[in-house]
């Protein structure tokens, strides 16, 4: 039995021996006829006024089926059954995929050395003695190539330097100025230096710097006959020296700078430096110099009298 048989056994009930009625009935209000279509076996012992009722058609209902059919049980459990089987095939092949992908990330690493070369030059990879010699020495002769392309071009181009608006700084130029600022630098130094000494130490130094230029014209031994020798530590002032006025002449009382010099006696300084013309022969000193002969005299003293106790004992 179908399904359109049992529904219209069980639940529905056929009535083709009654036709439908019409009937009209007037409104009250209005005056207007209404028909309907009055089926019969719903208004039995009714008033016939029951507008509200529902309306069935008359005769057995026609079932039509729209789309497929419902499966069987017996089918819906063979499709389960074959849906349990595909996802079991599908979980077997991506467990298969899994458990290769593994196996190729745990397999050796294939590397294609072809191409690939060492810095000496050889190819990289397994090879004959001959064949690295080979590689080394197309490797050298290229490097030499190289090398004499570049020597003659003009080697190396020189580095360009541009200051912060982009101009290009001429190097050899800076450099001259750097080197012309500090040789300005060294000699403003130099004058600083002799104008912080007087006169006589300035005259002295150049004294002695002719003097090196003097030697090197002079023979290497100099002997007790050299008058020139002789002449010039006669020519030393020695103010303790109690023969210094008979071995040397007299000048007319000029400094080495060609000032007149004073010619009565002063207290000595470390310097021998005599006062000049104008000295009045008052000492305004703070007695400085007085006290540094007096420390040096102590000092030599007490050396010669430590040594004098110990040559005693």
Request: charged residues 35%; glycine residues 8%.
């Amino acid at each position: 039995m179908s399904l359109a048989d049992y529904l219209a056994k069980n639940y529905l009930t056929a009535d083709t021996d009654k036709k439908s009625k019409k009937r009209k009935r007037k409104n009250k209000d209005g005056g207007l006829k209404i028909a309907d279509d009055d089926i019969s076996g719903w208004n039995k012992g009714g008033s016939g006024d029951d507008d509200d009722g529902p309306t069935i058609a008359s005769g057995i209902p026609s079932w039509t089926t729209v789309g497929v059919a419902a499966p069987s049980h017996a089918q819906q459990l063979a499709a389960d059954d074959a849906a349990m089987d595909a996802d079991a095939i599908i979980a077997s092949t991506a467990a298969d995929r899994q458990n290769a992908a593994d196996a190729e990330d745990e397999a050796p690493e294939m590397v294609d050395t072809e191409g690939v070369f060492m810095e000496s030059g050889a190819r990289a990879g397994l090879q004959t003695g001959a064949q690295v010699a080979a590689a080394m020495k197309k490797k050298q002769d290229e490097d030499k190539r190289k090398a004499a392309e570049v020597a003659k071009e003009g080697g190396a181009s020189e580095t360009i330097y541009r200051d912060a608006s982009g101009r290009i700084i001429n190097v050899a130029m800076k450099r001259a100025e750097a080197r012309k600022k500090a040789e300005d630098e060294e000699r403003k130094k130099l004058e600083e230096e002799r104008a912080a000494r007087g006169d006589v130490q300035n005259a002295e130094a150049m004294k002695k710097k002719q003097q090196l230029q003097d030697a090197k014209g002079m023979t290497l031994a100099r002997y007790a006959d050299d008058a020139e020798l002789n002449d010039e530590l006669k020519e030393q002032s020695k103010w303790n020296d109690p023969a210094a006025g008979f071995l040397r002449k007299k000048k007319a009382g000029r400094s080495i700078t060609g000032k007149p010099l004073y010619q009565g006696g002063f207290q000595p300084n470390r310097y021998g430096i005599r006062p000049g013309h104008r000295w009045d022969g008052v000492d305004r000193g703070n007695g400085f110099e007085s006290e540094w002969f007096k420390s040096r005299n102590r000092k030599a003293n007490i050396e010669k009298m430590e040594y004098a106790w110990q040559m005693d004992e």
